[in-house]
């Protein structure tokens, strides 16, 4: 199975310019790469904060019902303070929210690319040649304008998940 970034080569090649092709590809690579990383750790730490309550619990029933296991209840406190860890942690890093956010930002790039790779939407009336003197075309040029504030946008609210604002104090 190919790399997630690898199966849009095809479209980021069509950008000519060299600089805004880099642009594009180190973006995109950013993007999905931190969004498979917070999408690995919200999936372990999302387990452990379902599966340790439970062992817990059922450590504590044990307890209850055999007295032959005198360690069960310092098992069941030591389950209790990991527990408490790892909420701690989903809480504080919020890998949910940011597996979102960067996969959001990969999704819109990806969606930019297409439309220009295509000449769809806003491209379809660009120049997709430079003009004599120019260095870049006017279908590169919106391109990189477009990319850029997609890249800002994305770095953005990845800020404002860090600096933990609630939804209310994003408005």
């Known amino acids: ?7 849009y080569d095809f479209m980021i090649e069509t950008i000519k310019n060299d ?3 880099k642009r594009v590809e180190l973006g995109l690579k950013y993007y999905i790469s931190q969004a498979n990383t917070n999408k690995k750790w919200w999936e372990v730490t999302s387990v452990l ?3 340790l309550p439970a062992f817990g619990s059922f450590l504590s029933y044990v307890a209850t019902q055999c007295s032959d296991y005198e360690c069960l209840p310092s098992a069941v406190m030591g389950i209790s303070f990991v527990t408490t860890v790892v909420n701690g942690i989903i809480t504080f890093f919020k890998y949910g929210e940011r597996k979102t956010s960067y996969r959001n930002s990969a999704e819109t790039l990806k969606n930019e690319v297409m439309c220009y790779a295509c ?6 009336n660009c120049k997709y040649e430079p003009e004599q003197g120019e260095k870049i075309s006017q279908a590169e040029r919106l391109l990189s304008e477009q990319v850029e504030s997609i890249l800002k946008n994305g770095y953005n609210k990845i800020s404002v998940i860090e600096k933990g604002k609630s939804a209310d104090e994003r408005c």
């Open 119 to 124: 000449r769809g939407e806003r491209y379809k």
């Open 19 to 21: 600089t805004l092709r």
């Open 1 to 7: 199975m190919c790399k997630e970034r690898n199966q």
């Open 49 to 51: 904060s379902i599966m």
